[in-house]
Structure formats: structure tokens, C-alpha cells
Nanobody, 118 residues
């Protein structure tokens, strides 16, 4: 059974930082592209960042590029999202996503809440 479990969310002031983690189990983690998405209240879920299986290629949404960094540890089966210079508009539930080669299998975590507010 595949599981993706996010952690690290919380309340932070504007300009602050948070580090999200996604612990994977039940899949050949080193083969999967790992992504982060987020969904703000009343909005559609949107792409945030991606890292391919080898970890040497990363992609970011324009809105977070330069502020967020995605990384992975294939031995520990972890995917991290370092979020710096947070803004109120970053407030959302953040979801971890795993995608197999050719997109044949996709999995979601349960999400973790990030709130950026004074």
C-alpha cells in the first residue's frame, strides 16, 4: 500500500520560513517524480514544484521560483520543500504527489496546512 505523509506545516509570519517533508512508503521511490501542489480556499489545486527521480532536474511555479527549494533523499524516501520569504498568498494546504515513469501511477498525500499571517 502506497502512503505519502506530509509534515511540517503550520503558522508563520510573512517573511518567515517553513520546511515541509513528505515521507513515502510502499513504492519504488527512486523511480518516481515527486511534486508538491497546493490548494488555497476557493481555488483550484496548483502545481508548486517538481523533482525527477535522479534529483538533478527541478521545476518550479513562477510564483515560488527563487523562494522555494525542492529536494529529495532516495535512501530515506523523503521529499522536502524548503519555503523561504513566505507571503500571505502562500497560504494553502500543501500536497505531496508521486508520479511513476510515463505517468501510469499517481498518488497523493493527505495534505498539510500552511498559514502565512501576522
Amino acid at each position: 500500500q502506497v502512503q505519502l505523509v506530509e509534515s511540517g506545516g503550520g503558522l508563520v509570519q510573512p517573511g518567515g520560513s517553513l520546511r515541509l517533508s513528505c515521507a513515502a512508503s510502499g513504492l519504488r521511490f527512486n523511480l518516481y517524480t515527486m511534486k508538491w501542489y497546493r490548494q488555497a480556499p476557493g481555488k483550484e489545486r496548483e502545481f508548486v514544484a517538481a523533482i525527477i527521480s535522479g534529483g538533478n532536474v527541478r521545476r518550479y511555479a513562477d510564483s515560488v521560483n527563487g523562494r522555494f527549494t525542492i529536494s529529495r533523499d532516495n535512501l530515506k524516501m523523503l521529499t522536502n520543500l524548503q519555503m523561504n520569504t513566505l507571503k500571505p498568498e502562500d497560504t494553502a494546504v500543501y500536497y505531496c504527489h508521486a508520479e511513476s515513469p510515463y505517468g501510469t501511477q499517481k498518488y497523493w498525500g493527505q495534505g498539510t496546512q500552511v498559514t502565512v499571517s501576522l
